[in-house]
T-cell receptor, first 111, second 115 residues
């Protein structure tokens, strides 16, 4: 079967750097996505990794290691508005190319 | 450029009732996927509509059904509501059946409470 694991909650200080990890189990892996969701809001797309390595988009970066079935989202220069839940989601042959989602990581930022 | 719109935003039903939720996809998108998100959980895939047909389905019972119209908008119907159906129902749109580069565009969702 398929599964994704990510920490349920992470706490960091404003201005700091935080890393949210995601490990997955699936067959026919195609890519790993990251989404941000504020309380009461819609999930919004952050990044997608299909190949090993680091993808950088402004303050956010995402990393993938296919051999380790592992990825992470790195948030730099944290701002209070980054307080949200972050989801990793896998696209695979198992899921017929639909996204299978982790349970999400709640990021709490303290001043 | 209009994003994904959903209605209603909130609704309360009682067990055994039926509900219909509506979604208009982002301009230029032709595929609509529906997700159920329970509190504190990630979205769970219900089904996907493309060319007015259900193309893929997740592990949801037949009480969950849908429809896509020629203008690409979509409805999600849930019959014989159970308490466990209380959740946020999200509509996501994309172009074509495949989730291109893992990116979906979501609406704000319909919050369903079943009493």
């Amino acid at each position: 079967g398929q599964s994704l694991e990510q920490p349920s909650e992470v706490t960091a200080v404003e201005g700091a750097i935080v890393q949210i990890n995601c490990t997955y189990q699936t067959s026919g892996f195609y890519g790993l996505s990251w989404y941000q969701q504020h309380d009461g809001g819609a999930p919004t797309f952050l990044s997608y990794n299909a190949l090993d390595g680091l993808e950088e988009t402004g303050r956010f970066s995402s990393f993938l290691s296919r051999s380790d079935s592992y990825g992470y989202l790195l948030l730099q220069e944290l701002q209070m508005k980054d307080s949200a839940s972050y989801f990793c989601a896998v696209r695979s042959l198992d899921s017929n190319y639909q996204l299978i989602w982790g349970a999400g990581t709640k990021l709490i930022i303290k001043p | 450029d209009a994003g994904v719109t959903q209605s209603p935003t909130h609704l309360i039903k009682t067990r055994g009732q039926q509900v219909t939720l509506r979604c208009s996809p982002k301009s230029g998108h032709d595929t609509v996927s529906w997700y159920q998100q329970a509190l504190g959980q990630g979205p769970q895939f219900i089904f996907q509509y493309y060319e007015e047909e259900e193309r893929q389905r997740g592990n949801f019972p037949d009480r969950f059904s849908g429809h896509q119209f020629p203008n690409y908008s979509s409805e999600l119907n849930v019959n014989a509501l159970l308490l466990g159906d209380s959740a946020l129902y999200l509509c996501a749109s994309s172009l074509g059946q495949g989730v291109r580069a893992g990116e979906l565009f979501f609406g704000e969702g319909s919050r369903l409470t079943v009493l």
